[in-house]
C-alpha cells in the first residue's frame, strides 16, 4: 500500500434510513405544496354547489384607469369581474388585500374575469402610482384594471353602489372595507368575501367557477 492511498479517507456507505431521511428532506415541501393545492381544488368543487345570492346593481360608472383612460361598466358589461377597494400608501391591510388578489390570477387565466381594484385614496393615487403598484403586484393589466378620479365619485359608488365602508379617516388614512366584490355579467353582485380570512379566496374561487358555469362565456354559448 503506499502513502497517498493510506491516507484516503474511506466513506462509509450511505445507510437506508439516511438515504431516506435525504429523501424526505428534499420531497416533503413538494408533497406538502401538492397537498395544499389538492385540497384547495377539493374545496372548490364542494363550495362550488351551493346557490350564489343577488345584492343589488353596481350601478354605472366612469373612473380612470392606471393608464390614464376612461374605464368603467361599459368595459365591463357582460363579463365577470372581482372588485377591491384600496389605496397605495395604506399601511394596514391594502397590502394582503392586493396580494389575495394577485392569487386569483393564475387559477383564473383561462377565463374572461377581470379584476378591477378602486383606489380609496384617488388624489394621491394617480394613474403613475398606480402603474408602480400595479408593478410590484406582477399585475396582467389586460385583465386588472387599477382605478382612481374624484373622491366624491368614489366613495359615493363605494358606499351606494357597492354598499360598502368608504370614509376620509384624516390623518390616519382612508377608512374602507377589507371585502372583496364579485359581481357578474347583468353588473349583479354576487357575493361579498373578507380578505382577511384564510378561506376568503377558495370561497371566491369557488363561485367565480360557479358563476362561470351559470352564465359561461358568448363564445362558448355559440359553440
Not at 366612469?62 to 374605464?71: A, E, K, R, Y
Not at 380570512?197 to 363561485?207: F, N, V
Not at 362565456?217 to 355559440?222: E, K
Request: with cysteine; glycine share 8%.
Amino acid at each position: 500500500m503506499n502513502a497517498s492511498s493510506a491516507l484516503t479517507p474511506v466513506r462509509p456507505p450511505l445507510s437506508w434510513r439516511s438515504v431516506a431521511w435525504k429523501a424526505t428532506v428534499f420531497l416533503s415541501p413538494v408533497l406538502i405544496a401538492a397537498g395544499l393545492f389538492f385540497l384547495r381544488q377539493v374545496e372548490v368543487a364542494r363550495l362550488a354547489q351551493h346557490v350564489l345570492p343577488n345584492d343589488g346593481v353596481v350601478p354605472a360608472f366612469h373612473l380612470v384607469d392606471q393608464n390614464g383612460g376612461s374605464f368603467g361598466t361599459q368595459q365591463l358589461l357582460g363579463k365577470i369581474w372581482i372588485a377591491d377597494f384600496v389605496y397605495t400608501s395604506c399601511p394596514g391591510p391594502c397590502p394582503m388585500i392586493s396580494s389575495r388578489m394577485s392569487e386569483t390570477q393564475k387559477p383564473l387565466r383561462d377565463t374572461d374575469v377581470e379584476l378591477v381594484s378602486f383606489s380609496v385614496d384617488p388624489q394621491h393615487d394617480t394613474p403613475g402610482v398606480l402603474r408602480g403598484y400595479a408593478s410590484k403586484l406582477n399585475a396582467n393589466l389586460d385583465r386588472w384594471k387599477f382605478l382612481t378620479g374624484d373622491r366624491d365619485t368614489v366613495y359615493r359608488l363605494v358606499r351606494n353602489g357597492f354598499k360598502l365602508a368608504a370614509a376620509d379617516g384624516g390623518a390616519t388614512g382612508p377608512i374602507h372595507s377589507t371585502r372583496v366584490v364579485l359581481v357578474d355579467r347583468s353588473g349583479t353582485i354576487r357575493g361579498y368575501y373578507d380578505a382577511t380570512d384564510a378561506d376568503a379566496i377558495t370561497r371566491l374561487l369557488a363561485d367565480v367557477h360557479h358563476l362561470l358555469k351559470e352564465q359561461p362565456p358568448p363564445s362558448s354559448r355559440r359553440s
